[in-house]
């Protein structure tokens, strides 16, 4: 039999009151605008012990049991996960164990140099993965899709037009942005011009960063908003 | 006496107690949201593209959906989840759900809560649809599932042995799905899925983020994402072309379209306050030059 996956909150009175929590802990957020307050304090700690708690019990549930403990004594996981207990022991996994373990010496002061050992596989693997992924995707790939060519035959006129001005903006911005951030040269004269049109080019990409910021503040607050409405009103909106 | 007067209204102006900003801002976005103020807003190439991608699939493509949010930015990525799902569904592909985040299983429960289960009750667990949770490791997750997915997944969220899902039986790893979708709000999502899956792999990725990271993920369209949805506005677009092409949709797919109402009430305020608190900054800057 395959199990489906559950509900959040099974039962309306669960609901409800998971429902009316939210809508007081979201008002007792909102009571900072006004001023500090004990109910603002309150409810500031309550999420941060929530989210500490609850990133605990998901990654020890969702990574230590099924990616370490499930594969280094399946025959134990009967009843957490029936479905690796035939599963051979993997061996290989004492080694993340090990690390893992190492990594709470930071714990104690006398052995705590044990866990830059830990420390060093786990930023040497980041530093190993990202270089070659950022230099493709970051870097090489960008310079590729900056250089594209200004006319495509078959396009209408119009478009073409519409392409050249793109691809004229697109490196020009690039360029003079990049002259704006060489030091190496006094920036005077045409040289200095470019730089000047490069931190025009840097205004108008931080003014469209600064316009989305302010459309996703906006978003949030209307979501919590239409939270608190339907909280009140009892219907949807 | 006129430049007294004059001096005083700017005074006023430049020390309003910014709680009023915050009361006109709450009135901008309570008022639309009562009276069910709504935009259309037509969906932008970027937007299209990615509809377009999923229009044009074969019936039964695979498509991963992956939450890498969690409930703090839901009202902008949980649209966009909504909208994706129901035009993969509606075209008969079959949709694998994953999560880079923690947070991102309880965002896939709702969608399966909310729509799958409500707009798509044929669909078969298993067979059409299959909620796969949360895996740790971020971008290092996504380097092993491109060349093993099954290390990782080796059950789904309940603890069914994958081996025994039929939708599973065709996957070994992410080359095996035709389209990535990462819905995202920062480390690790889209950008991620982008790098260490669609590039590498040569995998179609698409997204939709957060507004604050949208400006980061647009330089990668269309060369290395086929298109992408960015903030409540992507999410709105996306339904909006869904509804044209689908319009039984029109009633349900249009949480994103109802919160743009107060997006737009919102920017003219905000708007309103940039022009006056420029007026009132050039007003004073020419009255210091005047009495200097």
């Known amino acids: 039999m395959i199990l489906d996956a559950q509900p959040i909150l099974s039962s309306p009175l669960a609901n409800a009151v998971g429902v009316w929590i939210a809508s007081l802990l979201t008002l007792m957020i909102f009571s900072f605008l006004y001023k500090d307050n004990p109910f603002y304090k309150f409810a500031e700690h309550l999420f941060v012990g929530v989210s500490a708690a609850y990133w605990m019990c998901v990654g020890f549930w969702t990574t230590l049991i099924p990616n370490m403990i499930a594969r280094l004594w399946p025959s134990h996981m009967g009843g957490v996960l029936p479905a690796v207990v035939g599963n051979q022991r993997e061996w290989g996994y004492v080694i993340p164990l090990v690390l893992g373990l190492i990594l709470l010496t930071r714990l104690v002061t006398r052995i705590a140099w044990l866990s830059r050992w830990a420390m060093g596989f786990v930023i040497g693997f980041a530093a190993g993965t990202n270089f070659t992924r950022y230099l493709q995707s970051d870097f090489v790939s960008q310079i590729h899709s900056t250089m594209v060519p200004i006319y495509e035959p078959g396009a209408t006129t119009a478009a073409t037009i519409g392409n050249i001005f793109s691809q004229i903006v697109i490196v020009g911005g690039v360029v003079s942005a990049l002259i704006y951030f060489y030091f190496s040269k006094e920036h005077k004269g045409i040289f200095g011009r470019t730089a000047r049109v490069g931190i025009w080019v840097l205004m108008a990409a931080f003014g469209a960063s600064f316009g989305y910021t302010v459309m996703a503040r906006i978003s949030l607050l209307t979501g919590r908003m239409g939270f608190i409405i339907q909280w009140i009103s009892g219907s949807s909106w | ?292």
């Open chain 2, 1 to 292: 006496m006129a430049d007294r007067q004059e001096v005083t209204i700017i005074e006023r102006l430049g020390t309003v107690d910014r709680r009023y900003v915050f009361l006109l801002i709450a009135v901008a976005v309570i008022i639309p949201l009562i009276v069910h103020y709504t935009t259309a807003i037509p969906t932008s190439a970027i937007v299209q593209s990615l509809f377009d991608k999923i229009e044009s699939m074969p019936p039964g493509s695979k498509i991963l959906i992956s939450f890498d949010y969690g409930p703090s930015t839901e009202p902008e990525n949980q649209p966009m989840a909504n909208a994706v799902t129901r035009h993969a569904l509606e075209k008969g592909h079959r949709i694998y759900l994953v999560a880079l985040w923690a947070t991102g299983p309880r965002q896939s429960q709702k969608l399966i809560d909310d729509v799958i289960k409500v707009e798509f009750p044929d669909k078969v667990y298993g067979v059409d649809w299959i909620h796969l949770g949360y895996k740790a490791g971020n971008q290092g997750l996504i380097n092993t599932l491109l060349s093993d997915f099954r290390t990782m997944y080796t059950t789904d969220i309940s603890g069914n042995a994958i081996d025994g899902l039929p939708m599973m039986k065709d996957i070994h790893t992410l080359r095996d799905f035709d389209l990535i979708i990462g819905l995202g709000s920062g480390f690790p999502g889209t950008k991620e899925w982008i790098q260490f899956a669609g590039d590498p792999g040569d995998i179609p990725v698409g997204g939709g983020t957060t507004a604050v990271m949208a400006p980061l993920l647009y330089p990668y369209y269309p060369k290395q994402m086929v298109g992408f949805m960015g903030g409540l506005q992507g999410a709105a677009e996306y339904e909006y072309a869904l509804v044209k092409i689908y319009p039984k949709y029109a009633m349900r797919s249009r949480i994103a379209s109802t919160t743009m109402g107060p997006q737009v009430t919102a920017h003219l305020v905000i708007v309103g306050f940039i022009i006056l608190g420029n007026i009132t900054f050039l007003i004073e800057k020419r009255r210091k030059r005047k009495y200097r």
